[in-house]
């Protein structure tokens, strides 16, 4: 059997409140480019991060400030890497452009009647997604000169909406919320006709509490969602994105990992050689494969390894960086991120 | 005018007596972890004045000493409260009054459930939902009308 080990290669500290999330700049890690990633926290401020080359260890490169003015939730970059779109409690979502090793605040984005909890870019960088306490989900298309324009309001989720992630191809957007329920939006007829094309609730196998987090495999045919029902879910779609006749194919349920998790789980990633991670409340990280020895009605995916105590207190985000040999980071209430290597 | 309290006239307790904390360590244990137990987790929250009476929560017998469970081993602590009324929409903020002393009282590592006696409340499920989503916890101690309610609330009284 294989053996694999979690291996800390750094401990990362600056952030003076729980760290909430973070994004890796899917830019870096090749040609010759450090690797880059952003985190985000309850001191209200972003921190950048670079590895050295020379080194391999990250520092801190940038710190943005004083534009948020309560806590920064979450934060994500464009498909380019030149922005870096950051979702606060203070109910406005910022656009940070690179400009020569500074950061400057280059766009406000301002509607959502409360928190925004989440930001994401599509693959083509043209769509931003956000979503917030206020139980909506706003598309915005990027105009030329760091303008966006609200397209389209999305009303459905009866409850704050915690996360929002586009499909890693298709135009196709999903959302979960506090309501359990994981919503698949997309643009059926004409432009900027978004509507709700499926529900992944109770009735169909989804989750019984809280649905936190999403995360793609590579080739985006199957999704795995987290809950704080203490389950992760893999969900599976025979087409991506829209059929030629212009017919959604939907998701379906086809696996559940239960029993692995003592609380909460706030985070899953997916990373693309196929392991997802997962963080929970339980201050643990735990990683997850396809279950190549699986017979006919075995278990879909198995448990790699369980990384115990990982942090000092809840693990709020896990991200596995681009690159040919991914390093993962963890983000937690204890203030610090971590970066991991996965060694086999 | 009619009262505009949620429960006009709650019943009061009389207090527990306060245990002084165990006997005196020997000078050879002056440096013995003592582990974090019921009455220690009691006694932080035992103080807490109700947001609509001039009473403490342990007058109104919202907390007792039972309600409290704790495993110092595994970090754990759960405290079942129980409203003076079952559709008592000040629920939420006992909820997060206690969840805030707990987490000023207690070390880092605890992991802390707070949660309303099965039973006691109309929208049970929903308080309990609510108390312990810490991004809705967080976001509202963001709110500085509600962290003043909540500091009013955890202010020591002088009776």
């Not at chain 1, 980071?329 to 290597?341: E, L, N, Q």
Request: aromatic share 8%; net charge negative.
């Amino acid at each position: 059997m294989d053996s694999f080990e979690l291996k800390e290669v750094q401990r990362l500290e600056g952030h003076t409140d729980r760290v909430w999330s973070l994004d890796w700049n899917p830019a870096t890690g090749h040609a010759g480019i450090p690797l880059v990633f952003a985190s985000c926290s309850g001191d209200k401020t972003v921190r950048i991060w670079e590895q050295n080359l020379s080194t391999n260890l990250f520092s801190c490169k940038a710190v943005l400030e004083e534009t948020h003015t309560r806590t920064v939730r979450s934060c994500a970059w464009s498909p380019s890497g030149k922005l870096l779109a950051t979702a606060s409690f203070d109910a406005t979502t910022a656009i940070w452009e690179n400009v020569g090793g500074d950061f400057e605040c280059v766009s406000t984005l301002e509607g959502h009647e409360n928190e925004v909890k989440s930001v994401s870019w599509n693959a083509s960088g043209t769509l931003l997604a956000t979503c917030s306490r206020d139980k909506s989900v706003w598309i915005w298309e990027v105009q030329p000169g760091n303008e966006f324009e609200c397209v389209s309001v999305l009303q459905g989720h009866t409850q704050d909406v915690k996360m929002v992630r586009w499909h890693p191809t298709e135009d196709i957007l999903f959302s979960c919320s506090y309501d359990n329920n994981i919503k698949v939006w997309a643009d059926e007829g004409d432009s900027d006709d978004w509507q709700c094309v499926q529900t992944l609730g109770e009735s169909n196998n989804g989750h019984t509490s809280t649905v936190w987090a999403l995360s793609f495999n590579a080739s985006g045919d199957k999704m795995v969602t987290c809950s704080d029902d203490l389950t992760l879910k893999v969900w599976e779609t025979e087409n991506i994105g829209m059929q030629s006749g212009g017919g959604f194919a939907p998701w379906r349920h086809i696996c559940t990992l239960t029993g692995y998790h003592e609380r909460t789980i706030f985070s899953v990633h997916w990373s693309r050689g196929g392991i997802f991670a997962s963080g929970a409340a339980d201050d643990a990280i735990r990683l997850f494969a396809s279950n190549s020895e699986s017979q006919v009605d075995g278990p879909l995916y198995k448990l790699l390894l369980k990384k115990e105590k990982a942090h000092d207190m809840d693990i709020n985000s896990v991200q596995w960086s681009p690159g040919e040999k991914p390093l993962l980071a963890s983000a937690s209430d204890d203030g610090t991120i971590k970066v991991w290597d996965l060694i086999s | 005018m009619v009262s505009g309290l949620i429960n006009a006239n709650p019943v009061i307790y009389e207090k527990k007596q306060r245990q002084p904390r165990s006997a005196q360590s020997l000078p050879s244990d002056e440096y013995r972890v003592e582990p974090i137990d019921q009455q220690e987790i009691f006694d932080h929250i035992r103080d807490i004045k109700d947001p609509e009476h001039p009473y403490s929560l342990e007058e109104l017998k919202v907390i007792t000493e039972e309600a409290v469970e704790v495993n110092d081993q595994n970090s754990y602590v759960r405290v079942t409260f129980t409203p003076t009324v079952e559709h008592c929409s000040m629920a939420t903020i006992i909820g997060l009054c206690l969840r805030v002393k707990l987490l000023r009282s207690l070390p880092s590592r605890y992991k802390v459930d707070i949660r309303v006696a099965p039973g006691s409340h109309a929208t049970e499920a929903a308080v309990n939902k609510q108390l312990n989503d810490k991004e809705r916890v967080a976001a509202a101690l963001e709110n500085p009308n509600l962290l003043d309610m909540v500091d009013e609330c955890l202010a020591p009284s002088y009776d």
